[in-house]
């Protein structure tokens, strides 16, 4: 069993990164997320790896867009401004149907906003974000091991299905340091037939694209697409769930305001409120099984978040109007306290006790 070590967020994901087999690293520095492409300066050029700080995020994207289409595991990463300037590049690779890793560190928005933690970036990864019908898979850590799990995750799961993968974390998972177990040994990389490297005459050439001219076949090519979202959505979805069984009243949060939401939770159970936790670690696949049978059972649910309301259209749409649904929810880098939690935990029940 490897050791664990103490280590910042953002570092996590880097050296999980490297653990994974990535070798190319394409960004640009923005807070809160500058230490990923620190750590990957230093570690990069003493693995034989590159590490290349672009001229702008729109440089750097095509830069993984080309890398991607190698075959070669390749990842960057911003906060959400940056990320914002990626969106027509990431609209280009998942056209081409290429594998890459794309990390997302959110802070307050809109515009420039602020560099404190915040949730509000959930639309953009995970309707989409950019031009066309497309979708990313979507990773959203709620712990520093997390962080590290799921970027190795991202890496396996895009190149299964030839998608490109977020890893949509906060400005608090990104700064917080805890104990983190790495991998001991790197994958074994698995055959890529569709790849564009040198054929020495072996094979056909391949083409990387995502211009069709021809209308029928750009159809055709987005509803082949969809088939394997699908499959995406039946076997790639992940949760954790938390006291669900006997609960009358579900809370639905995920990164740091589950971990807010889970204290909230144990002292709402200690007043003998029957409530539970539905945390989304897929944000698409969205996990729209468990709050559907959730929604059999209990009263209602409150939607805990670091925006104005975004992932609670989700939950709506999951439980099928069946039961009523809140917002509890701080905006602008601001983080809910448990007490805010139980104070809205509190509401529900007292609202659906009546």
């Known amino acids: 069993m490897a050791e664990k070590v103490l280590m910042k967020g953002n570092e996590a994901i880097a050296e999980a990164a490297i653990k994974a087999g990535c070798r190319f690293y394409f960004g640009y520095p923005i807070t809160p997320q500058t230490e990923i492409a620190a750590y990957m300066a230093k570690r990069m050029p003493k693995i034989g790896g590159t590490f290349l700080q672009a001229e702008s995020e729109v440089a750097a994207i095509n830069m993984v867009y080309g890398v991607a289409g190698t075959g070669y595991r390749v990842m960057t990463s911003s906060s959400s ?16 149907d290429l594998p890459c890793l794309i990390v997302n560190v959110q802070r307050g928005g809109p515009g420039l906003g602020g560099i404190q933690p915040s949730q509000s970036d959930y639309f953009q990864a995970t309707k989409g974000g950019g031009h066309g019908d497309y979708h990313l898979l979507v ?12 970027t190795s995750k991202a890496f396996e799961t895009a190149e299964k299905y030839r998608v490109p993968a977020m890893l ?16 001991e040994k790197e994958p074994v990389m698995i055959d890529k037939p569709w790849a564009v490297r ?3 005459m072996q094979r056909k050439h391949n083409i990387i694209n995502s211009l069709f001219l021809n209308t029928e076949e750009l159809e055709k090519t987005n509803f082949e697409r969809f088939e394997r979202y699908h499959t995406i959505e039946e076997n790639e979805c992940l949760w954790e769930s938390y006291m669900m069984d006997d609960a009358e009243v579900c809370v639905v949060a995920f990164g740091i305001a589950a971990r807010v939401s889970k204290n909230a939770v144990v002292a709402a159970r200690k007043q003998g409120i029957k409530v539970g936790l539905i945390r989304p670690i897929t944000l698409w696949p969205f996990p729209k099984k468990p709050i559907a049978e959730a929604a059999e059972h209990v009263k209602g649910f409150i939607s805990v978040e670091l925006s104005m309301g975004q992932m609670i259209e989700d939950v709506k749409l999951a439980e099928n109007c069946k039961r009523p649904v809140a917002l509890c929810n701080r905006a602008g880098g601001m983080i809910p306290t448990p007490e805010q939690v139980l104070e809205s935990i509190c509401k529900m029940a007292e609202k659906e006790g009546n």
Do not use: F, R
């Open 168 to 183: 949509l974390a906060d400005g608090t998972m990104g700064q917080m340091m805890e104990p983190v177990e790495l991998p």
């Open 198 to 200: 040198g054929t020495n």
């Open 81 to 96: 401004p940056g990320v914002s300037l990626k969106q027509e590049g990431i609209s280009y690779i998942a056209g081409a």
């Open 139 to 150: 990773y959203a850590p709620a712990s520093v091991q997390e962080m590290a799990d799921l």
